[in-house]
């Protein structure tokens, strides 16, 4: 139940697990509400229990983005609640191993409606807000994988290339600026291994947000460099976009 007038608001989608809830804690910490989005109910509503005790107040919307129109209806949603928005992170993602030519039909489709379409949709339907408010933050969160082609996962290294480029879209001339902070991380070896992953989530998170506002706090071990590129034109809005294995 959101209860503070007050604080800024923040949505991160994928916030089941992972990144994505860790991002919730780490925005929590730093007076955020949040707005809690993932397919799963149960772990975003334990996630909101847990951020109520650290002062942070959560509404919970459940969403698939795989389901063609899920984006849009989320965003209005956010906007029938009147909620206004000052921060989306773009943390929601999928992907699949396997040959190109034998990989399920239906899971590309998840992964395209996910990975860009949903991704796309929600940041152009909920920016515009933040454009009229002069104020607020996208973050878009891609992968390494964003930086070349990858055997046995053609279609989700495409989509994070896809991500990185729409980061990078340089909107100076309509009174954007863009911060964006480049996250670039070892890759765990073998299927994405959960253990491997959830140990550097939290790191990551933090590093990511800290980046995120200004403070560039590099405290990271499971990070093999880090580049951060600023381009300042009105700082009062700002888009970003953060790189992970």
């Known amino acids: 139940m959101m209860t503070s007038t007050t604080r800024p608001l923040a949505v991160v989608t994928g916030a089941s697990s992972g990144i994505g809830a860790d991002l919730a804690r780490e925005l929590a910490r730093d007076g955020y509400d949040l707005v809690l989005t993932a397919r799963t109910l149960a772990p975003m509503q334990a996630l909101a229990a847990e951020l109520d005790a650290r002062g942070a107040s959560s509404v919970i919307l459940p969403a698939d983005l795989s389901r063609p129109g899920a984006a849009a209806e989320l965003a209005s949603t956010i906007e029938a609640r009147g909620l206004s928005v000052d921060v989306l992170v773009n943390n929601a993602g999928l992907g699949a191993i396997g040959r190109f030519d034998q990989i399920d039909p239906g899971r590309v489709s998840e992964m395209l409606q996910v990975n860009v379409v949903a991704l ?21 969160v ?3 994988a964003s930086f070349q082609p990858g055997p046995r996962m053609a279609v989700y290294f495409a989509t994070k290339a896809y991500v990185l480029s729409l980061g990078d879209d340089d909107e100076r001339g309509r009174g954007c600026a863009h911060r ?33 506002a200004g403070r560039q706090r590099l405290d990271v071990a499971s990070l093999t460099r880090i580049r951060l590129e600023l381009v300042n034109h009105t700082p009062d809005l700002t888009a970003a976009a953060l790189i992970r294995p």
Do not use: K
């Open 180 to 212: 964006l902070s480049r996250l670039e991380g070892r890759p765990p070896s073998g299927d994405h291994r959960r253990a491997q992953q959830h140990s550097c989530d939290r790191r990551q998170a933090g590093a990511a947000l800290d980046h995120f």
């Open 142 to 144: 891609a992968s390494t």
């Open 120 to 140: 796309t949709e929600l940041t152009r339907m909920l920016l515009p807000g933040m454009v009229a408010r002069r104020r607020g933050r996208v973050m878009l």
